[in-house]
């Protein structure tokens, strides 16, 4: 087999197909360069690094998330070529792909996940401003959970709950993501065991952090010595009181209604999952700001919602504009649904737990490509990403990629302005107030919960 003819046919379909949106980012210069900083080295073979990594970010993009759909799609642009090569074309066994697949480094795709988020925050004066708030760059921070295949390999490093039966339940993973405010975009990431509490992983990522950053995240994160560590690093931070804390806004300093300042003082004792070394040289007292304000829901009570924040200065930041902040963080949970349920990766269908890990970042760099994609169409006709449907985006892409591999250079910008288009119609209308009940029409099939492994349930059927 000519693999020389084949790879170039690849590369070239396939950058300018699904890899169109990010052909002037992850160029292979860049792709070459963090082969390079990975020490990665391969021999002559069709399924280049390249090559792989383009093919698997098809596969998370698509529905159908199968190895055979993947090699499917390779096989469908070499077709067009064989017979002027005259070689028979690839075989459909997935065995080679696989294998291609467990032969990129982790450090390779973190690489490229990292530079793509990167992207939007340095590429012109323009895009920073459209990022920052009261002149600030906003973070959000979640946590959620990920499953994967059940081996015993995965069970090792990512245990099942223990309130699962054995051979019953699924290995199961938290994960921690930083994302910008403004362009939905994921800057940084940590997985570990579910043992592992999520704020943990989240001093985990402080150093990502850059000085004059705010973030913003719900009461998990709202601990003193939290506050107190990013604080240190000249991060302010808005989150939400944890329900333990008690609120009296008739003492400190009152700025206004339901809002004063006040001095937290140092615990006791040292939080569990913090270096005790850490803790020793906090400070004993810090002075923070408590608001409180109501949000309203047609057919719902009033909600009262408590945030504690080191913007002390009542004049840059309004109590109104804060409240109007914090309103946005649930901008994060829906980054986070799409990721789990549009790009379903609630469930990383591998093996291993390094397989979990390399297919867990290749979902985030495929998401990080579709909000490029976003943010070039909004860009490009003035409506902010945030309202473009992510859902139809991904749709479009898939189905402009064939069309993009198989045109001219001329051709290929012309198709990518209709898609930019295309795009920017896809938007998502904001339904204030709108009240759904949380029931399903459509009965599922009645089959009953798996409460012993399946092996000796397989049994007790022959016998």
């Known amino acids: 087999m000519n693999f020389n003819k084949y790879v170039t046919i690849l590369k070239e379909k396939l950058s300018n197909g699904i890899g169109f949106p990010l052909s002037d980012i992850l160029t292979e210069t860049i792709i070459q360069q963090a082969l390079k900083d990975e020490q990665m080295k391969y021999r002559e073979r069709l399924y280049t690094p390249m090559i792989t990594l383009w093919t698997w970010i098809y596969q998370v993009l698509n529905k159908d998330k199968s190895c055979k759909n993947a090699v499917s799609l390779i096989i469908s642009y070499i077709t067009e070529h064989a017979?002027?090569?005259?070689?028979?074309?690839?075989?459909?066994?997935?065995?080679?792909?696989?294998?291609?697949?467990?032969?990129?480094?982790?450090?390779?795709?973190?690489?490229?996940?990292?530079?793509?988020?990167?992207?939007?925050?340095?590429?012109?004066?323009?895009?920073?401003?459209?990022?920052?708030?009261?002149?600030?760059?906003?973070?959000?921070?979640?946590?959620?959970?990920?499953?994967?295949?059940?081996?015993?390999?995965?069970?090792?490093?990512?245990?099942?709950?223990?309130?699962?039966?054995?051979?019953?339940?699924?290995?199961?993973?938290?994960?921690?993501?930083?994302?910008?405010?403004?362009?939905?975009?994921?800057?940084?990431?940590?997985?570990?065991?579910?043992?592992?509490?999520?704020?943990?992983?989240?001093?985990?990522?402080?150093?990502?952090?850059?000085?004059?950053?705010?973030?913003?995240?719900?009461?998990?994160?709202?601990?003193?010595?939290?506050?107190?560590?990013?604080?240190?690093?000249?991060?302010?931070?808005?989150?939400?009181?944890?329900?333990?804390?008690?609120?009296?806004?008739?003492?400190?300093?009152?700025?206004?209604?339901?809002?004063?300042?006040?001095?937290?003082?140092?615990?006791?004792?040292?939080?569990?999952?913090?270096?005790?070394?850490?803790?020793?040289?906090?400070?004993?007292?810090?002075?923070?700001?408590?608001?409180?304000?109501?949000?309203?829901?047609?057919?719902?009570?009033?909600?009262?919602?408590?945030?504690?924040?080191?913007?002390?200065?009542?004049?840059?930041?309004?109590?109104?504009?804060?409240?109007?902040?914090?309103?946005?963080?649930?901008?994060?949970?829906?980054?986070l649904r799409h990721l789990k349920t549009t790009m379903q990766m609630e469930h990383l269908s591998t093996k291993t737990p390094q397989m979990v890990r390399n297919d867990y970042y290749v979902h985030l760099l495929a998401y990080n490509l579709i909000r490029i994609l976003m943010f070039q169409s909004g860009k490009e006709y003035g409506v902010s990403p945030l309202e473009l449907s992510f859902c139809a985006s991904i749709q479009h892409l898939l189905n402009f990629s064939f069309a993009l591999a198989y045109a001219d250079t001329v051709k290929q910008q012309n198709i990518y302005n209709v898609l930019l288009y295309i795009v920017s119609k896809e938007r998502i209308l904001i339904r204030a107030g709108r009240v759904e009940p949380r029931l399903k029409k459509r009965r599922p099939k009645s089959f009953g919960w798996l409460k012993q492994p399946r092996k000796q349930l397989q049994k007790q059927l022959v016998a």
């Open 83 to 335: 017979p002027v090569l005259k070689e028979k074309t690839p075989s459909t066994d997935t065995g080679a792909y696989c294998k291609a697949r467990k032969r990129l480094k982790e450090g390779f795709i973190m690489r490229l996940l990292n530079y793509t988020g990167k992207y939007l925050q340095t590429q012109n004066t323009q895009l920073q401003n459209t990022q920052l708030w009261c002149g600030r760059r906003v973070l959000v921070v979640d946590g959620s959970t990920v499953t994967m295949d059940d081996t015993e390999p995965n069970q090792k490093e990512y245990p099942q709950p223990k309130s699962q039966a054995k051979g019953c339940g699924f290995p199961m993973a938290n994960i921690v993501a930083i994302f910008c405010l403004n362009t939905g975009v994921l800057l940084h990431t940590i997985i570990d065991a579910l043992s592992t509490h999520e704020l943990n992983l989240f001093r985990r990522l402080y150093e990502y952090l850059q000085s004059g950053d705010i973030a913003l995240g719900d009461r998990l994160y709202s601990s003193y010595a939290d506050i107190c560590l990013l604080k240190s690093r000249d991060v302010d931070c808005v989150f939400r009181m944890h329900q333990k804390r008690k609120v009296d806004f008739r003492t400190g300093k009152i700025l206004g209604i339901k809002d004063h300042i006040v001095t937290w003082t140092k615990p006791k004792s040292c939080p569990s999952g913090l270096d005790k070394a850490l803790f020793a040289i906090l400070p004993q007292s810090i002075k923070l700001r408590e608001i409180r304000f109501r949000v309203e829901t047609n057919g719902f009570r009033s909600l009262q919602i408590t945030l504690v924040t080191t913007l002390l200065d009542a004049s840059l930041y309004p109590k109104d504009a804060l409240a109007e902040l914090y309103s946005m963080r649930w901008n994060v949970e829906i980054d």
